[in-house]
């Protein structure tokens, strides 16, 4: 494609190609160093009780400080660790520090009810989480209840039979699992009766367009009459306007998490916010 439109554009090709590679391969070395150098930290968004303007939970989200690329978001790096495979450390250390920080809030009388941790398709696969996790909690006092996992449909499907097996270890251990950017995944409904499901988190995609878009009316609607009769919390993401907060709330969707209320932050602005209401 690029030969067709001639030598110039040809090797214009190559030489961003090469540059494409040798900056992944930067990144991969700096990342293998990230964690020991500290340069990994958690952000936490919180989820709000729109009903009753209270933080009620917050979701746990990585971000690296490097020292010479600066604020690398984990949409940059997360698919890098997943392929080399540093994840799988990555993903404890996040869940580590997750449990001190909570076991931390609650220890100082900042009683947020959970932290949302993501979970990726690798980690979940290949990460032993049903003894990992639970070695984790126990190092710092924290209880499952505390901790809820978040995983996104495709990592459901990827393999069905395995997800609902070590689901339901960790169910059974008293984690709440939650869908992540639910209604996005190329998936079946199955899995909803199959698997220990707590918690949908619509994506943020359907809410966007609240109260104004007919259709992404009715799909929230609908997916908000669905987990009431399965029993499932409810949570929109991306909420950043108050109509759609309004719509939600009048819809009989509680929960809610986006820049309109918070945005992700450090963990002592969290401590500082809980006692402002919103
Ligand atoms: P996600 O789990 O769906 O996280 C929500 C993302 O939406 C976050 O972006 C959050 O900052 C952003 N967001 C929340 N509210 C709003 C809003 O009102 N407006 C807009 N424009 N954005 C909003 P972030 O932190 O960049 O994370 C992106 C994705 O990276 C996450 O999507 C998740 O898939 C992944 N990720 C983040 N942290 C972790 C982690 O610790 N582990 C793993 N495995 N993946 C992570
Ligand atoms: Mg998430
Ligand atoms: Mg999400
Ligand atoms: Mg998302």
Redo the contacts with the bound molecule.
């Keep these: 494609q690029a030969k067709e439109r001639g030598k110039n554009t040809y090797r214009f090709y190559t030489h961003e190609l090469t540059q494409r590679v040798y900056e992944r391969l930067t990144m991969e070395n700096s990342l293998r160093k990230a964690l020991k150098n500290n340069e990994l930290i ?2 936490y ?1 919180p989820q709000v009780d729109m009903s009753e303007n209270k933080i009620i939970g917050v ?5 690296w400080n490097n020292p010479d690329m600066g604020m690398v ?3 940059k790096f ?1 698919p890098i ?2 392929e080399t495979g540093l ?1 799988i450390s ?2 404890e250390w ?1 869940i580590d520090e997750a449990c001190r920080q909570i076991v931390h809030w609650k220890s100082e009388g900042v009683e947020i009810g959970y932290i949302a ?4 398709a690798k ?1 979940l696969m290949h990460g032993n989480l049903e003894k990992t996790i639970p070695l984790i909690l126990d190092k710092y006092g924290c209880k499952p209840e505390w901790i809820e996992l ?1 995983l ?1 449909e495709s990592i459901l499907m990827e393999d069905p039979e395995y997800s609902k097996n070590i689901l339901t270890l960790l169910s059974e251990k008293g984690f709440k699992l939650a869908i ?2 639910f209604g996005t995944g190329y998936s079946s409904l199955a899995y909803l009766k199959n698997l220990p499901i707590h918690k949908l ?1 619509i ?2 995609s359907f809410v966007d367009n609240l109260p104004f878009a007919a259709a992404d009316c009715e799909i929230v609607k609908s997916t908000i009459h669905l987990c009431k009769g399965l029993n499932l919390t409810i949570v929109a ?4 306007q108050k109509e759609q907060g309004e719509f939600l709330l009048r819809e009989g969707c509680m929960i809610a ?4 209320y918070f ?2 932050m450090a963990a002592d602005l969290v401590t500082q916010n809980f006692h402002i209401s919103i």
């Excluded at 941790?117 to 990726?120: A, D, G, H, L, R």
């Excluded at 998490?257 to 309109?260: D, E, K, R, S, W």
């Design positions: 958690l952000h968004q979701e746990a989200l990585v971000r978001p984990p949409v997360i660790a997943e994840i990555i993903g996040i941790v993501n979970i990726s980690q978040e996104t992540d950017d988190k994506d943020k993401e991306g909420i950043e998490q986006g820049y309109y945005k992700p």
